[in-house]
């Protein structure tokens, strides 16, 4: 059971470098999210995306685009990287409501 | 201003004994409630919740309690065991999109030691 799969777990970015962190889904979930963890912070949403084809800015969206790929995949870029950036990006899926938010593992991402 | 808020950071209780988390939000549309547990280099996973239309929920070693008036949950858990050590995340949610989904916020998290 695979879940909610993200790559890469760990990445080390220059400041201004850019990246695309990649999230999947295998459970035919409808919303799909981008939240990052930051000490004391708890989680922090960035972007949502409701539905295929529809996308929002969470709390924290500033220097982030994400994608809806298709109904299984979401992606959050970040273009120009900034040491701000550096903490832990958990894609995550939800369901009908009512229904529970899935999480994936987690990506670790340091800007130098 | 945090909407979802668990004033403890942390929190140690010996092996055995009951480890009583606590979470309370200031959104009065919040309406669904969870408790997901996180182990370090690992993804939240969800433990527990409850709807606005109870006021308690149970499951194994597991209960949560929610008082709308205070706008006060908490999570229970009874006996504690070391496994249970963890961060513990309380999370909210009032709005519904189109019938698909909904949006989640979570508190900063208590980090929970139970002491063998």
């Known amino acids: 059971n695979a879940g909610v799969t993200q790559t890469p777990k760990f990445q080390v970015l220059k400041t201004g470098q850019s990246m695309t962190l990649q999230c999947a889904q295998d459970?035919?979930?409808?919303?799909m999210y981008w939240y990052r963890q930051d000490p004391g912070m708890g989680l922090r949403l960035i972007y949502y995306s409701a539905s295929e084809g529809t996308t929002d800015k969470g709390e924290v969206p500033n220097g982030y685009n994400v994608s809806r790929l298709n109904k299984r995949e979401f992606s959050l870029r970040l273009e120009s990287a900034a040491p701000s950036q550096t903490s832990v990006y958990f894609c995550?899926?939800?369901?009908?409501?009512?229904?529970?938010?899935?999480f994936g593992e987690g990506s670790w991402l340091t800007v130098v | 201003d945090q909407q979802v808020k668990q004033n403890s950071p942390s929190l140690s209780v010996q092996e055995g004994r009951i480890s009583i988390l606590n979470c309370d939000y200031t959104n009065s549309m919040f309406d669904y409630f969870l408790w997901y547990k996180k182990y370090p280099a690992e993804g939240p996973t969800f433990l527990i919740s409850?709807?606005?239309?109870?006021d308690k929920n149970e499951d194994g070693r597991f209960t949560v309690f929610l008082n709308k008036s205070a706008k006060h949950l908490s999570l229970h858990i009874v006996p504690s065991q070391p496994g249970d050590s963890a961060v513990y995340f309380c999370?909210?949610?009032?709005?519904?999109?189109?019938?698909?989904?909904?949006?989640?916020?979570f508190g900063p998290g208590t980090r929970l030691s139970v002491l063998p």
């Open positions: 459970m035919n979930h409808n919303s």
């Open positions: 995550a899926s939800s369901g009908v409501f009512g229904n529970t938010i899935y």
């Open positions: 409850i709807s606005s239309i109870k």
């Open positions: 999370a909210a949610s009032a709005e519904v999109w189109d019938n698909y989904g909904q949006n989640f916020v």
